[in-house]
């Protein structure tokens, strides 16, 4: 995917390609959103999710993290949508898809979804100068040794995320401990 | 425009590496053409293996030993009446297939058959399988709920529910492999599926044998595991007939049942060339660092066109034994060009096998060795594949409480403790 | 339990649970019997009378808590052919082929246990030479029937090859039978006072080879199973029966004698020449579905060494003994039961003085077996449901006569 391999053998498709891609994953990620909140049945909505973490994941890989996009597709579309369409399933769903679709207080979403659109534009137009013009154009192998690098350390040291790793997998642990405690109906 | 086709022929990468889509097509739909092929050959050979191991003959009619039968069955299936159930979610119906058929055939393009013979090779290829595979699950669910009938939804939910409780210990298991791989001088791992192999080619070993007993338990997790994954006995109680919740696919008839089928054997032989590429020294023959005389190399690069060989004789001992009636001269005929096709293609193989006798890198040498690579790659994935029907032949089905907890009580803490002991002997090795 | 059977509407097997007269007056202690969920967890599903593990057409309904059983409740009637009421227009020797429909896994067992019990009205004895041809085709006939219990049972539980092996082994067996009396499955062999066919030539050598065939089988068997991890976690422990439990409800044959209890009509009450044959009861301990194999296994070589020794003696001799042509036994009533293969076998006979039957009312074990169920699947999950039925080895062709 380094442009720089691809002008050399193949003559002239990346930069399009980047683009088109681009455009093309950014559009599926925003339609599937809108689909998300607008379909009446709960399902459809779970698969408009899964399009638009799909699509998320292919925008990690533009940006050559390929394991951040890896663990996405793992972690998001495989593990949590399961879950997620596991209890739309289990839960009676008829009733809900029967109700109204927006809340009556739309227009005050509404003024909040602009207030944050101001507020990106801003940021992005003041601080133009904070974004490079063009990509840093990684080495492809390195987003994996980076990451591992950063949470477990390299040549004996710990790395700046090490503990808070640690922490992490601690909390989760808990919260595990704390469902299973819960739902169980004896230990 | 040639110049680009031309230009990858010298190479020694993948084509994904080399940047060169047109090639990458060109696998890809070689691969979908294998898959397809290999799919139909599954399907006949499991119904044969089935009949004899219950002493009957299986599909005899339908061509010469029932080897035009997976045809028939698929002729059969898109004839069809597309029967979609009243009450049912449409689009969700119609999708449900088409997701698992996805997931099972996208995980094709890492695969690696050889050095270069792979349609793209990852730096994150195991991650991207096994991320795939998760997909997969995704369309169970789906088609359970779009069946719109109580019991598929059952179904679908506990086959899900099982596969994504092994695909945890097979995580695990995966992961132990590639803590191997960065038992070299640089201490750097890779994830990439061709860097797997080639690294058990470095270190001079199957990583099924590497710190014994831990490499070949971590396989026994993944072999396990990866039945599991894929539904089939002793874990098909969620799809068995004569159980009360009647599967994910019941409400499916006709080409989209085909879909489910196909999808489930793509999965198999996926899941098999994972634990063949890990393993089993993915496309390597046996004994590359001990026996590397170029003589040996010869005698290796024999073992292609002596198996097509030895399959061509069999067909010609099944024309010699068939009855001399009238009624079955068709099949005889039938058979017999079968045969012949074997023995030609064997006849092929030996002779590329000979001209590419010198280590030199002419074209007959490139093709013997890139025959050689996907010869014993297939070969190592055809002995899963017959696994799989053993399985099935011999074992009943678990109770789905006690899949369960072998996948949570058993899978998981033998491949957290075989992890751990791999990274600490590793640490203490290197 | 008494379901009235005037209430009970036309069934097609679907129950939407608000209809249905057998849920409604059944005991499953539905207080609301209108609604098939009955609090957020319980639920009441149907094993319809269509379904590939029920044996034939029995239905089952089930009241479960998520997956766990709670209580079942057995509607059979589906098979009812009315032969007790056909038996009181039928002389006694037009009745003998009717036996054989009732359990149709063991015709031979049947019409053993109808012509000695008629045999024992008219207070006549079949000839020595009879008695060992019977007690031969009956102890095949029980091997036949085990294998046939073996495969289906173990096809239940999924492992779908002993199915073949015990049915290709079972063809000796029904060859034997075809040769002997042109039948292979409702075979009417015996006759009132002895056999009518004489044994074939070559009757002797066909069962010698038949032993010598058979024995390593039930090895190959043995092997598939016994040992195997997934049948020893399916079937360990499944569906408990204690003796006191199986003697209370009356449960006879193989699944009694997994409890412990070492009670066979063979030993206990010898009939027919049994008493001249050296052979084993096999018993279990713990009573659960894994015993029950074990002891049928174990059966399966008891009768081969029954059949051993009774081919190797059969004396010369009539055939038929002294019965008259009109069967018109003497005015009493006599209850008679053999060791059938799925349990006692009873025929209880009322005679009036006149060549039919006044009333013939017939015991079979898989009636009175199939009670148990209630009892032994309660706790358990579905799919053990299944393999209960399948390890009483009912055959609903005698549970429903």
Redesign the interface.
């Known amino acids: 995917m380094n442009p720089a391999i691809n002008t050399a053998v193949g003559g002239g498709m990346a930069p399009v390609a980047t683009t088109f891609f681009f455009y093309l994953l950014g559009g599926l990620a925003i339609a599937g959103g809108l689909a998300v909140i607008t379909r009446r049945n709960a399902v459809h909505s779970a698969l408009s999710l899964i399009v638009t973490l799909l699509s998320v994941a292919g925008l990690y890989l533009m940006l050559y993290a390929p394991f951040v996009a890896g663990v996405q597709i793992i972690v998001y579309a495989g593990g949590i949508m399961v879950l997620f369409l596991f209890v739309i399933m289990l839960v009676n769903v008829e009733t809900s898809s029967k109700e109204r679709q927006f809340n009556r207080i739309w227009p005050i979403g509404l003024v909040a979804a602009c207030t944050l659109l101001a507020l990106f534009m801003s940021a992005f137009t003041k601080g133009k100068a904070l974004f490079p013009d063009r990509m840093v154009t990684l080495a492809e192998g390195s987003n994996t040794q980076q990451i591992a690098n950063m949470l477990y350390g390299e040549a004996g040291r710990m790395g700046p995320y090490t503990f808070a790793f640690e922490i992490a997998s601690l909390l989760l642990l808990v919260a595990i401990l704390g469902a299973v405690i819960m739902t169980k109906k004896k230990i | 425009m040639p110049n680009f086709i031309m230009s990858y022929l010298g190479s020694t990468v993948t084509p994904g590496q080399a940047g060169n889509q047109f090639w990458a097509l060109i696998y890809v739909l070689i691969i979908f053409a294998g898959v397809s092929v290999a799919v139909m050959a599954m399907n006949w050979l499991e119904r044969k293996s089935?009949a004899h191991?219950?002493?009957?003959l299986g599909p005899m009619r339908v061509g010469p030993h029932g080897l035009l039968q997976p045809f028939a069955d698929a002729l059969k299936l898109m004839l069809k009446e597309d029967i979609i159930p009243a009450e049912a979610d449409q689009f969700v119906f119609w999708i449900a297939p088409l997701i698992g058929l996805l997931a099972s055939f996208t995980v094709y393009t890492v695969i690696p058959f050889g050095p270069s013979e792979a349609v793209s090779d990852m730096n994150i290829g195991i991650l991207f399988m096994l991320g795939i595979s998760s997909l997969a699950v995704l369309g169970i669910v789906v088609a359970g709920w779009a069946s719109n009938s109580h019991y598929p939804l059952i179904g679908a939910l506990r086959s899900s529910a099982q596969m994504v409780s092994y695909e945890v210990a097979m995580g695990l298991a995966v992961v132990s492999a590639i803590l191997m791989t960065s038992l070299n001088e640089k201490g750097t791992g890779t994830l990439s599926m061709i860097g797997i192999v080639q690294a058990q080619q470095q270190q001079g070993i199957w990583f099924i044998f590497k710190f014994f007993p831990l490499g070949f338990l971590a396989f026994a997790i993944f072999a396990v595991a990866m039945v599991a994954e894929t539904n089939r006995?002793?874990f098909?109680?969620a799809e068995?007939?004569?159980?009360?919740t009647a599967g994910y696919h019941t409400e499916y008839s006709g080409f989209r049942w085909s879909l489910f089928m196909l999808a489930e054997y793509a999965a198999m032989i996926a899941v098999s060339s994972i634990a063949v590429t890990l393993w089993l020294g993915g496309w390597m023959r046996p004994f590359p660092n001990l026996l590397h005389a170029p003589a040996w190399d010869f005698i290796f690069s024999l073992f292609p066109g002596l198996t097509f060989g030895g399959l061509a004789a069999i067909a010609v001992l099944g024309t010699v034994r068939m009855p001399s009636h009238s009624f079955f001269k068709i099949q005889r005929f039938g058979l017999a060009a079968f045969a012949a096709l074997l023995g030609f293609i064997a006849l092929l193989l030996l002779v590329i096998a000979l001209a590419g006798r010198s280590a030199d890198a002419s074209l007959a040498a490139r093709f013997s060795e890139g025959i050689g690579h996907v010869y014993w790659f297939m070969l190592k994935v055809a002995v899963f594949m017959y696994l799989f029907i053993w399985y099935?032949?011999?074992?009943?089905?678990?109770?789905?409480?006690?899949l369960m907890r072998i996948g949570w009580k058993v899978m998981l803490p033998i491949s957290l403790g075989v992890l751990m002991l791999t990274a600490i002997v590793g640490v203490i090795i290197s | 339990m008494t379901v009235p059977l005037k209430t009970v509407p036309l069934d097609d097997g679907r129950s939407d649970g608000k209809n249905d007269a057998a849920i409604r007056s059944s005991n499953l202690d539905l207080e609301t019997p209108d609604k098939p969920y009955l609090d957020s967890n319980e639920l009441v599903?149907n094993?319809g009378p269509q379904h590939?593990?029920t044996h034939g057409v029995l239905r089952v309904i089930l009241k479960l808590d998520g997956?766990k059983v709670l209580g079942t409740e057995c509607i059979i009637g589906y098979l009812h052919r009315g032969v007790e009421k056909i038996a009181e227009n039928r002389t006694y020797t037009m009745f003998n082929p009717y036996v054989d429909r009732m359990d149709y896994c063991a015709a031979v067992s049947n019409g053993l246990g109808y012509c000695e019990a008629v045999e024992k009205l008219l207070n006549v004895e079949a000839p020595p030479r009879a008695q060992y041809i019977r007690v031969i085709l009956t102890e095949l006939q029980r091997i036949a029937s085990h294998q046939l219990w073996l495969g289906t049972h173990?096809?239940?539980?999924?492992?779908?090859?002993p199915?073949?092996?015990t049915f290709?082994d079972r063809e000796e067996i029904l060859k034997i039978f075809e040769k002997y009396c042109g039948a292979r499955l409702t075979t009417h062999a015996f006759r009132i006072g002895g056999c009518q066919y004489e044994t074939y030539a070559g009757f002797e050598k066909d069962i010698k080879n038949f032993l010598t065939f058979f024995t390593p089988k039930i090895d190959e068997y043995e092997t598939?199973?016994t040992g195997?991890r997934?049948?020893l976690?399916?079937t360990k422990n499944v569906g408990v029966i204690s003796a006191a439990d199986a003697i209370a409800l009356g449960v006879t044959g193989p699944v009694l004698r997994a409890s412990g209890v070492k009670w066979d009509l063979r030993k206990a009450q010898p009939y027919e020449n049994y008493s001249k044959f050296d052979f084993e009861i096999p018993v279990g301990t713990n009573g659960d579905t894994y015993d029950r194999y074990l002891v049928r296994v174990a059966e399966m070589r008891q009768s081969i060494r029954i059949v051993e020794q009774a081919v190797g003696g059969i004396p010369e001799g009539p055939i038929m003994g002294k019965v008259p042509k009109v069967i018109k036994p003497p005015v009493g009533e006599i209850y008679h039961s053999i060791e059938g293969p799925k349990g006692e076998l009873g025929y209880f006979i009322v005679s009036d003085g006149s060549t039919q039957p006044y009333r013939l009312r017939v015991r079979p074990p898989s009636f009175v077996n199939l009670q148990a169920l209630d009892l032994m699947v309660r706790g358990l999950?579905?799919?053990?449901v299944?393999a209960v039925i399948g390890t009483i080895d009912i055959v609903l062709g005698e549970v429903d006569r």
């Not at chain 2, 099935?392 to 006690?402: I, L, S």
């Open positions: 089935l191991f219950q002493i009957r006995a002793p098909d109680m068995a007939e004569s159980e009360l099935r032949a011999t074992w009943p089905r678990y109770r789905f409480d006690q | 599903i094993m590939p593990a997956e173990a096809l239940d539980i999924g492992a779908m090859t199915l073949f092996y290709r598939l199973l195997n997934i049948w976690e399916r999950l579905v799919a053990d299944i």
